[in-house]
């Protein structure tokens, strides 16, 4: 989803709005409409602010019905390719949930949106069984909207909260590697038990 993510938006779309995106396109219902409830907004940071959802609605990525007295924030989304098959939505609740855990180990918690992104987007590339990951960088640095800059930041900030013991960066090949934190491979773990 990162990916259909990283090539369907457009590259300035910010961390917070490419967050929610993930969360609207996973809860999703055949027909395109996606219903967040509002714990799972705040839970994200993302219950405070109309931008994330404007920024969506500029790209013509999803479209909000006029606001209404519901609990439930609701949009519609407009690709339809997301629509053509795709997993079944209880793989998709599952992806989810882990894709909110990700994001809110109590390393990231407080760290904002781009390093959550930036350590789902590794998350998802650990093998499994282990706690090493590798992935081609330009691949995570547009799951994540940044550039190479960008990215390197955000593994440097990464490393400083614990979330990742080590990382490299092949300069040559665009090869990154890196080694977890326990914090992230618990939350791998919770996910592969669950499957």
């Avoid at 990283?6 to 396109?25: D, E, H, I, K, V």
């Avoid at 940071?45 to 609990?71: F, I, K, N, V, Y």
């Avoid at 998802?124 to 960008?150: I, W």
């Amino acid at each position: 989803m990162l990916s259909y993510l990283a090539a369907t938006l457009p590259s300035p779309t910010g961390p917070q709005a490419r967050l929610l995106a993930l969360q609207c396109s996973l809860r999703a219902d055949d027909r395109g409409r996606a219903q967040l409830p509002p714990g799972l907004l705040r839970g994200m940071h993302l219950h405070d602010e109309g931008t994330w959802w404007h920024e969506l609605e500029q790209a013509h990525w999803l479209r909000r019905p006029p606001p209404s007295s519901a609990d439930r924030a609701t949009a519609q989304l407009l690709d339809t390719t997301l629509l053509s098959p795709r997993p079944g939505r209880r793989s998709r609740a599952r992806a989810a949930d882990w894709a909110l855990r990700a994001a809110s180990t109590p390393a990231l918690r407080n760290q904002g949106a781009g390093l959550q992104l930036a350590a789902m987007a590794l998350a998802v590339h650990v093998s499994p069984g282990t706690a090493s990951g590798t992935a081609d960088a330009g691949q995570v640095a547009r799951s994540c909207g940044l550039t190479g800059d960008q990215l390197i930041t955000a593994l440097e900030q990464l490393a400083t909260t614990g979330v990742l013991t080590t990382w490299t960066l092949d300069a040559g090949t665009d090869d990154l590697a890196w080694q977890s934190s326990q914090a992230l491979d618990r939350v791998r773990m919770r996910q592969g038990a669950q499957t």
